[in-house]
Antibody, heavy 116, light 111 residues
Framework: EVQLVESGGGLVNPGGSLRLSCAAS????????MTWVRQAPGKGPEWVGR??????????AYAAPVKGRFTISRDDSKSTLYLEMNSLKTEDTAVYYC???????WGRGTLVTVSS | DVVMTQSPLSLPVTLGQPASISCRSS???????????LSWFHQRPGQSPRRLIY???IRDSGVPDRFSGSGSNTDFTLKISRVEAEDVGIYYC????????FGQGTKLEIK
C-alpha cells in the first residue's frame, strides 16, 4: 500500500521560513518523480512544483508564485521529499500535499498558516 | 499559463440521474508526443483529491464505470451516468501538458 505522510506544517509569521517533509512508503521512491500541491482554504488545488528522480537528472520546476522562495529536495536513502519555504507570505496559507508526479497517490496534507 | 475553466461551478443532481461537467482550456492540450494530458479528480470535504481519470478518458483502478471522460484539444467533459450519494464533493480537471493547472472546481450536491 502506498503511503505519503506530510509533516512540518504550522503557524509562521510573514517573512518566516518552514520546512515540510513527506515520508513515502509502498513505492520505489528513488525512481519516482514527486510533486507538491497546495490548496488554500476554500480554493482549488494549485501546483507548487516537482522534482525528477535522480536517474532522470533530479531537476526541479516551480510555479511562478513560489519560484525563488521555495525549494524542493529529496533524500532517497530516507524515502523522503522536502519543501523548504522561505520569505513566506500570507497568501502561502494552505494545506500542502505531497503527491506522485502522476497524481495517482496523495498524502493527507499538512496545514501551513502564515499570519502575524 | 494555461487557464482551465470549468462549468457549471455548482451542480445539483437527483440521485440516479446523469451529471456532466465541462472543462475548457485556454490552449490546446495536445502534447508533442500526440497525447492529451488531462485528468479529473474528486475531493470530498476534509479529504485529499483522488484521481478518477487520466489522459482524458482512462479510468483509474477502482473507479466505477459510471464515470467517463471525453474530449479533445481544448474541450473536455466528465460524465456520471447515474449519480450516487458517494459522488458528492468537488470535481476538478487538471491539465499536465503545459506544466500543471487545475480548474476552479465543480461542486456536486444531491437535490
Amino acid at each position: 500500500e502506498v503511503q505519503l505522510v506530510e509533516s512540518g506544517g504550522g503557524l509562521v509569521n510573514p517573512g518566516g521560513s518552514l520546512r515540510l517533509s513527506c515520508a513515502a512508503s509502498g513505492i520505489t521512491f528513488s525512481r519516482a518523480w514527486m510533486t507538491w500541491v497546495r490548496q488554500a482554504p476554500g480554493k482549488g488545488p494549485e501546483w507548487v512544483g516537482r522534482i525528477k528522480s535522480k536517474t532522470d537528472d533530479g531537476t526541479t520546476a516551480y510555479a511562478a508564485p513560489v519560484k525563488g522562495r521555495f525549494t524542493i529536495s529529496r533524500d532517497d536513502s530516507k524515502s523522503t521529499l522536502y519543501l523548504e519555504m522561505n520569505s513566506l507570505k500570507t497568501e502561502d496559507t494552505a494545506v500542502y500535499y505531497c503527491t506522485t508526479d502522476s497524481f495517482d497517490f496523495w498524502g493527507r496534507g499538512t496545514l501551513v498558516t502564515v499570519s502575524s | 499559463d494555461v487557464v482551465m475553466t470549468q462549468s457549471p461551478l455548482s451542480l445539483p443532481v437527483t440521485l440516479g440521474q446523469p451529471a456532466s461537467i465541462s472543462c475548457r482550456s485556454s490552449q490546446s492540450l495536445v502534447y508533442s508526443d500526440g497525447n492529451t494530458y488531462l485528468s479529473w479528480f474528486h475531493q470530498r470535504p476534509g479529504q485529499s483529491p483522488r484521481r478518477l481519470i487520466y489522459k482524458v478518458s482512462i479510468r483509474d483502478s477502482g473507479v466505477p464505470d459510471r464515470f467517463s471522460g471525453s474530449g479533445s484539444n481544448t474541450d473536455f467533459t466528465l460524465k456520471i451516468s447515474r449519480v450516487e450519494a458517494e459522488d458528492v464533493g468537488i470535481y476538478y480537471c487538471m491539465q499536465y501538458t503545459h506544466w500543471r493547472t487545475f480548474g476552479q472546481g465543480t461542486k456536486l450536491e444531491i437535490k
